[in-house]
């Protein structure tokens, strides 16, 4: 039996409007028992992140909750990662973490996977309604975002079918400093849309996209990241300082002007509404910044373009997109198909299909437009490509556009 009174302050926020919650919202006793008993959500991280997670997920009412996490407690984590005890280091802190959680909070159930998260198939995270990230590393960040993209199915016009939707909360921390972002596949940015932000990776140089912004975001943080830096060294920066924030925006105008991007303003500048920084080194400052949702994502889009000459085969085709700069790594042995056709498959279907590569893509495809789909042994889930066919003229023009 619940404690009276228990979940008084979670009801103040799920049974009355308020202005904390989306204009989509529609308060309803019933969500609390959602919540406890139907909703299931999933941690990824048992370590510094994830022990908090639970303990607030499990406190907020979360009945059903699964932790996943390959990792073993070491003695350096006990003086930050509160689940654990000395008795406790050596064994797996999923295991130990869930335990905790068990023990101390009743009425919750939380399931720990001592595993990696790529040994799990796409079918164990398609039940979770909530997936949310405890995560430092950047890799396993960028795969997960894979997962939560990959159930993502679109509408004829390119729109994202709101039922296939998975939900995916990133955060990270270091020292007194933390960020936090809601990502909704097909609707906000997801997390390889705004992944120039971080520092230069050995697959993915910073340099690169920073020399061709797409959105007034990239211009500002541009300025903020790279140019502050390089121009006013020894100096750091202060959002709470005016100077500081208006020598960004003067920049971030600057680089927009140069690259031909509207947008910029100073209330952009200082900071919108889907990200949030948290700052705690000295006193405490938060800081939020609205990032723009990339419409060429490898991830998260409703069609990667591409552009090929108007008598391509599908052989060609084929050709040109592992020459793609940007599958760089991604494709080894593609199958193409559109919508319900099978053009070229790998496997059982190599033969039937194996004549296509031949034949002239336009009339494979019954135009000069399409969306593709390409699946390979190295993509988590299909690519999706919208091809549009055309001689050089036509393609220089409509590039040019």
């Keep these: 039996m619940d404690v009276p009174g228990r979940w008084k302050d979670l009801d103040h926020l799920l049974t009355r409007p308020g202005n904390v919650v989306g204009p989509g919202f529609e308060p309803d006793p019933a969500l609390r028992a959602f919540l406890h008993d139907d909703c299931r959500v999933l941690c990824v991280g048992a370590g510094g992140l994830g022990c908090e997670l639970l303990k607030d997920l499990a406190l907020s009412g979360f009945g059903q909750i699964d932790v996943i996490d390959m990792d073993t407690i070491d003695v350096s984590n006990l003086n930050r ?135 007034p975001a990239h211009c500002i943080e541009y300025a903020h990241l790279i140019q502050w830096g390089q121009e006013r060294p020894g100096h750091d920066f202060d959002a709470d300082v005016e100077e500081h924030m208006r020598w960004v925006y003067d920049e971030a105008l600057k680089r927009a002007a140069k690259f031909g991007i509207a947008g910029v303003s100073y209330q952009l500048t200082q900071g919108m509404d889907n990200y949030m920084m948290y700052v705690g080194t000295d006193g405490i400052y938060t800081h939020t910044v609205k990032y723009e949702k990339d419409a060429a994502c490898l991830i998260c889009s409703s069609g990667v373009p591409l552009h090929a000459p108007a008598s391509s085969t599908l052989q060609q085709v084929i050709d040109q997109l592992q020459r793609d700069p940007r599958f760089e790594g991604k494709l080894q042995s593609p199958s193409v198909s559109c919508g319900p056709q099978n053009l070229y498959m790998h496997g059982i279907f190599e033969e039937e299909t194996r004549q296509n590569l031949q034949k002239d893509m336009k009339m494979l495809i019954g135009g000069s437009h399409a969306i593709l789909q390409v699946n390979d042994k190295k993509l988590l889930a299909p690519l999706r490509c919208r091809l549009t066919l055309s001689d050089h003229s036509d393609l220089d023009a409509e590039m040019a556009e």
């Design 81 to 215: 990662q509160f689940l654990f005890r000395l008795k406790d280091v050596g064994k797996p802190k999923a295991e130990v973490a869930a335990a905790a959680i068990n023990q101390r909070v009743a009425g919750v159930h939380v399931t720990p996977h001592f595993c990696r998260i790529e040994e799990k198939p796409l079918e164990f995270y398609q039940q979770f309604q909530i997936i949310i990230l405890g995560l430092d590393s950047l890799e396993a960040r960028r795969y997960m975002n894979q997962v939560a993209c990959s159930f993502l199915a679109f509408e004829e016009d390119g729109s994202p079918d709101l039922s296939t939707i998975k939900p995916m909360i990133d955060g990270g921390t270091e020292g007194f400093k933390g960020h936090a972002r809601v990502i909704l596949p097909g609707f906000t940015p997801c997390f390889e849309c705004t992944l120039w932000l971080f520092p230069p990776q050995t697959k993915f140089p910073l340099c690169t996209l920073a020399e061709t912004p797409r959105s």
